[in-house]
Every structure is written in structure tokens, then in C-alpha cells.
């Protein structure tokens, strides 16, 4: 059985290297209405983006990440010319579940992006940036409302890489 969207969920692949080029504001656009046609518990919509096209911005978050880590990480953003940060109401009406509320749109993002013929890539280290000594200082930088934290950031571009599809594990899956 196919269609469209299981042959998106079967084609997506994480991207670790994109070009240059900036994304449309009508690409931008259809991403992030993907993104808050999200469902979440109790439609609380727990979630903010952030979307940050400036080169200084993701290389100060991506040292911060380093430092605070104790390693060189690397770019953890690949060079993408977009990454969309989303942040969780913590204390919110649905506090535990906006996390997962926030990876349910990142998802929607991701497949948002990959329907557009453009690459992405989930990430979770951004995080050390965020949990850090100078939280405060990225929260107000990127616009994070009081009461939000980082939960989730997603690389965006015109991917340059590709890859196969990861195993499938049968074994993972139980019916009763």
C-alpha cells in the first residue's frame, strides 16, 4: 500500500550538508504552516518558532554548544541556511506533554521541507546552548517567550547530500 505521504515518510532522510542558497519566504511560509497545523494535547499548541537565517547567530549558538559540551562539535547546523528553533511552554496548560508536542511538529516540519524538494535535518544538541550559563541571554536572542524553553531545532536547505534508508527493525514492532 502506498501514497503520497507514506512514500514522503519512506523517502525523508536526515541532511548533514546543504547549499547556500536562502529559502523563499513562500518555502518558509508553507514550513511553518505545517508546522502549527500540528496536532497537540488538548490543542494547547505549546510551541514557538524561531527561525534564524543569520550565519552570526547559529555560530554563536554552535560555540556556546561546544563549550558547554567540553568538545568541538563540529557545525551542528551543516551549513543549512535556515534552522527553525522551537521552544516548549514548560508551564503551560499541558506541560507534560508540550515536548512531545514540539517534536510532533518538528516531524511536520520535516516533511514540510522534504514535499518542497528541500533537505532537513532534526537536531537536539543546540540544547547544551540552552541549558547552559548564558540561557538567558539565547532564550532573549531568539525571541523564546517567558515560560518557553528549547525543546527542538531542525536544519533546513537545499541538501547536497544524500543517503540510503536506515535499517528497518521487523522485531521492533509487537501486535497483540
Keep these: 500500500m502506498?501514497?503520497?505521504?507514506?512514500?514522503?515518510?519512506a523517502d525523508r532522510r536526515?541532511?548533514?550538508?546543504?547549499?547556500?542558497?536562502?529559502?523563499?519566504?513562500?518555502?518558509?511560509?508553507?514550513?511553518?504552516?505545517?508546522?502549527?497545523?500540528?496536532?497537540?494535547?488538548?490543542n494547547a499548541q505549546p510551541w514557538h518558532?524561531?527561525?534564524?537565517?543569520?550565519?552570526?547567530?547559529?555560530?554563536?549558538?554552535?560555540?556556546?554548544?561546544?563549550?558547554?559540551?567540553?568538545?568541538?562539535?563540529?557545525?551542528?547546523?551543516?551549513?543549512?541556511?535556515?534552522?527553525?528553533?522551537i521552544a516548549a511552554n514548560v508551564n503551560g496548560p499541558t506541560p507534560k506533554w508540550a515536548r512531545l508536542d514540539c517534536g510532533i511538529a518538528v516531524q511536520n516540519i520535516a516533511l514540510a521541507a522534504h514535499s518542497l524538494g528541500l533537505g532537513s535535518v532534526i537536531l537536539g544538541m543546540p540544547d547544551a546552548a540552552f541549558t547552559g550559563p548564558r540561557a538567558d541571554y539565547f532564550n532573549k536572542l531568539l525571541k523564546f517567550p517567558d515560560t518557553y524553553e528549547f525543546a527542538v531545532a531542525i536544519s533546513i536547505?537545499?541538501?547536497t547530500d544524500t543517503k540510503g534508508a536506515h535499517p528497518v527493525e521487523p522485531n521492533k514492532i509487537a501486535y497483540i
Excluded: C, H, M, W
Design 14 to 42: 536526515s541532511n548533514r550538508a546543504y547549499k547556500k542558497d536562502p529559502l523563499t519566504k513562500e518555502q518558509l511560509d508553507a514550513i511553518l504552516l505545517a508546522a502549527v497545523q500540528s496536532p497537540s494535547a488538548r
Design 49 to 85: 518558532f524561531t527561525v534564524v537565517q543569520d550565519g552570526a547567530i547559529l555560530a554563536e549558538i554552535n560555540a556556546e554548544s561546544s563549550k558547554n559540551l567540553n568538545r568541538d562539535v563540529g557545525d551542528i547546523f551543516y551549513g543549512a541556511p535556515a534552522v527553525i528553533f
Design 157 to 159: 536547505g537545499a541538501a
Design 2 to 9: 502506498s501514497n503520497p505521504v507514506l512514500a514522503a515518510i
